[in-house]
């Protein structure tokens, strides 16, 4: 949960000029909120910690909710760009901020973009410092932004680390693994695909962990100095997720990452049995 400039690759360094451009999270957070109750979903928001300090009582109307609060970084960076130290700087500035406003410990971090790959091995000790107890920002493939290829699909624990990684969604066909998470897979997608997707993640017993960005509901942005590539991956698609959404909702049922955690701890078996080869790149 971001601004739309926050999340724009080319607006996003600009911090400087971010109180110059337009803020319509609030509006479109409540959209996502209204289909969220329609659809009777509780869900997790990875909120970032610099909207968290502007509009906290957005936040305190996501959690009144029974919406899960977690922490989405503090500006908004790629990982991968970060030195440790830095990335240390986002975690605890931003989970800080949810704290003074939730007055509970946030217990899961995504990554912005999705950002933590096999360049940033330090990243997942530095979020149990913090108090994290899992992390979902592993994107099993690779895609325009981002990507991990290689790296397990399904939820396991952190080598080494008191921490779980619930990686984003991706199903297995013809030999290959793709990319349907959410957000714009969802956009860019006929809905039939995305529910044959899911069907296809029920029937092998594996959780679709999705996203959704509130600005990707936000139709009315006016905002046009975008590059080509954001022209698709930022905008592409936005006129029809609503109603895919409220399809998805109608049809299957979703809880937050805390839930899934706590069925993991549950049932002790990580989803994922680790390869010596990706074991020793996680180890590393
Ligand atoms: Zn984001």
Known sequence: MEEWFQGLTSTNPQVARWPTLESRVVPATQHLLRLLRAGGV??????????????????????????????????????????????????????????????????????????????????????????????SSVFPTRNMLYGFPGAPRLPYRVPGHNLWELPASTVRWAGRTWPMAGGFYVRALPYGVIRAALRRLQRAGEPAILYVHPWELDLGQRYSQVTARERVTHYWGRAGLAAKLEQMFDEFSFTTLRTLVAHLEQTAQPMASLSPVAEGRWAS
């Open 42 to 135: 509780t869900a997790t928001f990875f909120v970032l910690g610099a909207v968290a300090d502007q509009h906290p009582a957005l936040i305190e109307a996501i959690a009144a909710e029974g919406h899960e609060i977690g922490v989405h970084g503090y500006h908004h960076r790629f990982v991968y760009t970060l030195t440790p130290a830095a990335f240390d700087e986002e975690l605890g500035r931003s989970t800080e901020a949810v704290m003074r406003i939730t007055g509970a410990q946030p217990l899961g971090h995504r990554a912005p973009y999705f950002s933590v790959n096999a360049a940033t091995p330090w990243a997942f000790e530095r979020m149990a410092a913090h108090g994290l107890v899992y992390d």
